[in-house]
Every structure is written in C-alpha cells, then in structure tokens.
C-alpha cells in the first residue's frame, strides 16, 4: 500500500501529513481516506475492464492492502 501512496499522496502533495499514519497502517486510516483508496480501486478495475474481457489477456489483481499475503 505505501507504493500506492507514494504515487497518490506524495509528501510533496500532502505537506499537512495527513496520509503518514494511513500510510503506514491501513488500519490508521481515516473512512474518508478509505472511501478515496476505494474509489481509486474502482476506478483501475474500471479502466482494465475492457482488456480482461479479451479471452487472450489475464489479470491477476491483489485488492490486499498488505504488501505479502503472509501478513
């Protein structure tokens, strides 16, 4: 999850650090910040929607927010 986060809310672009905690822990996350990570989810799962459908093509998406499935 931190590499979504370090894509999404940069320190350049939260300079109030309001993402640090969430991005450190999932579980630290605010419900507003929850609704924002969730839409992005929605949003790529929209965009790739198209190639899935295609019988040649495969996805294989992680919708854990741990890093390893052993976490």
């Known amino acids: ?3 979504i986060l370090a894509s999404l809310a940069p ?8 993402w640090k905690t969430c991005q450190k822990n999932p ?3 605010s419900p507003s910040q ?3 990570l969730q839409a ?3 949003q790529m799962l929209n965009s790739v929607k198209r190639f ?3 019988k040649q093509n495969g996805l294989f998406i992680n ?3 741990a ?3 052993s976490e």
């Open 34 to 36: 929850m609704n924002f």
């Open 67 to 69: 890093h390893c499935q």
């Open 1 to 3: 999850m931190a590499e």
């Open 40 to 42: 992005f989810r929605n």
């Open 52 to 54: 899935s459908m295609s």
């Open 27 to 29: 579980a630290n996350c």
């Open 11 to 18: 320190p350049s672009a939260d300079r109030l650090g309001t």
């Open 63 to 65: 919708s854990c927010f």
